[in-house]
């Protein structure tokens, strides 16, 4: 199994921080349940097979097990000295392969595989570790098991009715690349060359799409660079669906539904008053705190930021298979949609770091935060089943729209 486009500008080694055995959900197989059953562990952690395994819902009207987690929310095969059970007894070869595999996803282009991270992991957010490069052999082993049962990916498709090659894919994800590392931009303006980009490629005649897009690329960055680029309020309508959408990824995969639910939605929709608190490391905050002026992010920030969207795009992870089935347009959408929800969160954590005084002048963004809020949008991102659902698939193309995804991008990002 050949791996390529590693992401040589990325580091990684596990740090047993035990963050993922507490947030992240694990599907197991049926032969992997059959295999942790046969071990003995409802009898050695005195639980019932229902409290071991539980069955989820993965969308398209299938479920799956996944592993049980306990009241604290931690996998029930966490021990307490932070090592994981099944590890310590049986070896890392008797995990179930998602366990093996993280943070790393595997996405299949033609007759190569493409790297990707999951910037939930503390350790990928912060560029800990050993350089990926030099992780290759150890990457294509995991890849290979991951990988030994999966059928031939579907072709991509840059939007309804219209197929790409793979090459063709790479080379579109390659001028938004561009986008985002010119540096005679700061990191807001990329953001925005790469939604006017966006803008470009929904409407050029399909026969210039890739090919013509750096061309438009450069043009477009001249532009923002000789004309700025306003801090403009979003229209009513857009800041009510991205609120919405801010309700999907700060909700915990799996937390309470029904009547709380419906709560939280109203809170949301209105936009006023304090925010819900939907997970216990989310500070206190007003939704009008969140609407500030940040000034500056730090360089520490820009660096992870801009790494973060340089994996996703170059791992080809934002669309097809790997994410919901979603178009290239409409992957890219959602991918570049993810920059003001960032800042959003970014802001909602600072909240708790900042003074009143501070709050009231807008201070700038610092990597705490930043990164806070990249590893909550990263836990949900490509992940979360809600974001799969048909009604956020609509609001996310209407909030990815022309106007609406430039004005957000220049609203939370100045
Ligand atoms: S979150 Fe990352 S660093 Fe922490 S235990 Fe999991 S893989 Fe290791």
């Known amino acids: 199994m050949r791996l390529s486009v590693l992401p040589t500008y990325q580091n990684f080694t596990c740090h047993s921080c035990t963050h993922c055995c507490r947030t992240y959900i694990v599907t197991v197989t049926d032969e992997e349940r059959a295999r942790l059953l046969r071990q003995g562990w409802a009898e050695k952690l005195n639980l ?37 059970r099944i590890h310590a007894e049986f070896g890392e070869n008797a995990k179930p392969i998602e366990c093996q595999i993280y943070p790393f996803t595997f996405v299949q282009t033609g007759n190569r595989v493409r790297v990707n991270l999951r910037f939930a992991c503390p350790s990928v957010a912060g560029n800990r570790g050993k ?13 290979h098991r991951f990988l030994a049962d999966a059928g031939k990916p579907s072709p991509p498709v840059l939007q309804r009715g219209i197929t790409l090659t793979w090459e063709q894919t790479d080379a579109i994800a390659q001028a938004f690349i561009a986008a985002i590392t010119d540096e005679s931009l700061d990191l807001t303006a990329r953001m925005l060359c790469a939604s006017q980009l966006l803008e470009v490629l929904r409407h050029l005649p399909a026969a210039d799409r890739v090919k013509d897009l750096n061309r438009y690329r450069e043009r477009l960055a001249e532009g923002i660079k000789a004309e700025g680029y306003p801090r403009v309020q979003p229209k009513h309508g857009t800041r009510v669906m991205f609120r919405q959408l801010v309700g999907i990824y700060a909700k915990k995969e799996g ?64 669309c097809g298979d790997a994410h ?10 959602a991918l570049l949609l993810t920059y003001p929800l ?39 991102y490509g992940y979360r089943r809600a974001l799969a659902l048909r009604a956020q698939r609509k609001r996310i193309e209407l909030l990815t729209q022309e106007g609406a995804l430039s004005r957000l991008i220049a609203w939370y990002g100045l």
């Open 48 to 84: 019932p097979a229902d409290k071991l395994f539980q069955r989820v819902d993965v969308g398209g009207g299938r479920e799956k097990w996944r592993l049980g987690h306990d009241a604290s929310g931690a996998c029930v095969f966490l021990a307490e000295d932070g090592l994981c």
């Open 131 to 143: 350089p990926i490069s030099e992780q290759q052999r150890a990457l294509e082993r995991l890849a």
């Open 255 to 318: 937390s309470a539904s029904g009547w709380h639910n419906f709560i939280t939605a109203l809170s949301f929709i209105a936009g006023k008053g304090e925010l819900p608190q939907l997970q216990p490391h989310l500070p206190k905050a007003r939704f009008e705190d969140l609407e500030r002026p940040i000034g500056s992010l730090d360089d520490e920030s820009f660096e992870l930021l801009t790494r973060f969207y340089r994996v996703k795009l170059s791992s080809l992870a934002f």
């Open 324 to 333: 919901f089935g979603y178009t290239v347009i409409e992957g890219l959408g």
């Open 342 to 380: 960032i800042l959003y969160f970014a802001r909602w954590f600072a909240q708790e770091r900042e003074t009143p005084a501070e709050r009231r002048v807008g201070g700038s963004l610092t990597l705490p935060a930043v990164s806070q809020a990249v590893q909550l949008i990263d836990t949900a």
